[in-house]
């Protein structure tokens, strides 16, 4: 069963795989994180940061749509 965790994660993930694709050649998702440097590490949470705004926006819209 997939969780609203999980689809997080996943959108999470593959939001960044897609915009930092040269990081991911044949690693995993944490692998890549755990070997940034910290100006990459920031840059990335600020990317994330974003991401997660930009989908609490969007599901708030979709749940006062549903009221």
């Given at each position: 069963?997939?969780?609203?965790?999980?689809?997080?994660?996943?959108?999470?993930?593959?939001?960044?795989?897609?915009?930092?694709?040269?990081?991911?050649?044949?690693?995993?998702?944490v692998e890549?994180?755990?070997?940034?440097?910290?100006?990459?590490?920031?840059?990335?949470?600020?990317e994330a940061?974003?991401?997660?705004n930009w989908?609490?926006?969007?599901?708030?819209?979709?749940?006062?749509?549903?009221?």
């Amino acid at each position: 069963m997939v969780t609203e965790y999980d689809a997080i994660y996943s959108t999470l993930r593959d939001w960044l795989k897609e915009k930092y694709k040269d990081k991911f050649k044949d690693k995993e998702f944490v692998e890549v994180v755990i070997s940034l440097s910290s100006a990459e590490y920031r840059a990335w949470t600020m990317e994330a940061l974003a991401l997660l705004n930009w989908m609490r926006k969007f599901a708030d819209g979709m749940a006062k749509q549903g009221e």
